[in-house]
């Protein structure tokens, strides 16, 4: 069935160092794929997104990855700050646009 | 501030009870989604309405049902409630219910069944 695959579910950095979070789906009708940012208490929020016909986009310290073939999407971010940690949350979206979820992976990013 | 306001922001109630979960979207969205997210399930579609109309449905319970108004504001309601549907309760919305367009967050509703 429809599947997304996070990894890891925690990962602690220090800060000006990179995080990379990756990401597995299953349906290869996937064509489309948002990164969000959940901070406690708040509703997740759409940071990035990647659309099946481009490889990589980036938008400053941020930068997403797409390999279709693998069916692997990564999310790069580069010199973090204490105000990145939180929980980021990877998905797929399928036809219609309902969105299939991983499982988070929660970033703490030490000063 | 993504501009999808949900009200109430928490709701305690019993079990055996109903409740209503509401959903204003962003101005100019004419999809709204329902998600759920507790611990263990982490973040799941429940249901898709566009322009007032149903155009997917994930995992929801029969217990469940949700509408969208001709103002385009969305109400989930849960009934006969159980313990386990503690959880977060998250509206999205998005623009014209393509697969290729970005859904917007509300803050959630938190229930809490006792």
């Known amino acids: 069935g429809e599947n997304v695959e996070q990894h890891p579910s925690t990962l602690s950095v220090q800060e000006g160092d990179s995080a990379v979070i990756k990401c597995t789906y299953s349906d290869s009708a996937s064509n489309y794929f948002p990164w969000y940012k959940q901070e406690l208490g708040k509703g997740p929020q759409l940071i990035i997104d990647?659309?099946?016909?481009?490889g990589e986009k980036k938008d400053q310290r941020i930068a997403v990855t797409l390999n279709k073939t693998a069916k692997h999407f990564s999310l790069h971010i580069t010199e973090t700050q204490p105000e990145d940690s939180a929980v980021y949350f990877c998905?797929?979206?399928?036809?219609?646009?309902?969105?299939?979820f991983g499982q988070g992976t929660e970033l703490s990013v030490k000063p | 501030d993504s501009g999808v306001t949900q009200t109430p922001k928490h709701l305690i109630t019993a079990t055996g009870q109903r409740v209503t979960l509401r959903c204003s979207p962003r101005?100019?969205?004419?999809?709204v989604y329902w998600y759920q997210q507790s611990l263990d399930q982490g973040l799941q579609f429940l249901i898709q309405y566009y322009n007032g109309e149903e155009r997917a449905k994930g995992n929801i319970l029969e217990r469940f049902s949700a509408q969208q108004f001709p103002d385009l504001h969305s109400e989930l309601n849960l009934s006969s409630l159980e313990l386990g549907d503690s959880a977060l309760y998250f509206c999205?919305?998005?623009?014209?219910?393509?697969?290729?367009?970005?859904?917007?967050f509300g803050p959630g509703t938190r229930l809490t069944v006792l």
């Open positions: 999205a919305s998005s623009g014209d219910g393509t697969s290729y367009n970005e859904q917007f």
């Open positions: 998905a797929a979206a399928l036809q219609g646009g309902k969105l299939i």
């Open positions: 101005s100019g969205d004419l999809s």
């Open positions: 990647i659309r099946s016909n481009v």
